[in-house]
């Protein structure tokens, strides 16, 4: 069994920190693309494999100030399907 797990933990809240650059954008999106490739490598049919994805207050949509709509600030934008069988949040890891 595969499981992938998007956490929130208001307790240790994550923040995402954004790129410095272009080339720096493109190192975390192939490093998020190397991790989910590697999660489906074969597995023992016993063998339960987890994935766990922190996310932001902001990802949740909880803003900083109550009443108000979070801010976006995407570093990368993807053109996919909208009938996708995988987001491309969890192909990047982001």
Same mark, same amino acid.
């Given at each position: 069994?595969?499981?992938i797990?998007?956490?929130?933990?208001?307790?240790?809240?994550? #923040? #995402?920190?954004?790129?410095?650059?272009?080339?720096e954008?493109?190192?975390?999106?192939?490093?998020?693309?190397r &991790?989910?490739?590697?999660?489906?490598?074969?597995?023992?049919?016993?063998? &339960?494999?987890?994935? =766990?994805?922190r996310?932001?207050?902001? #990802?949740?949509?909880l803003? /900083?100030t109550? /009443?108000?709509?979070? &801010?976006? #600030?995407? *570093?990368? @934008?993807?053109?996919?399907? @909208?009938?996708?069988?995988?987001p491309?949040?969890? =192909? *990047? /890891?982001?």
């Amino acid at each position: 069994m595969y499981e992938i797990v998007w956490q929130y933990d208001d307790k240790e809240p994550f #923040e #995402e920190m954004l790129p410095a650059d272009a080339a720096e954008a493109r190192r975390l999106l192939v490093e998020g693309n190397r &991790t989910f490739a590697r999660f489906f490598q074969p597995r023992r049919d016993d063998e &339960t494999k987890r994935q =766990i994805v922190r996310v932001s207050p902001q #990802e949740v949509g909880l803003s /900083g100030t109550p /009443g108000e709509a979070p &801010t976006q #600030e995407p *570093f990368a @934008a993807f053109l996919s399907c @909208a009938d996708a069988r995988v987001p491309v949040e969890m =192909i *990047f /890891g982001q």
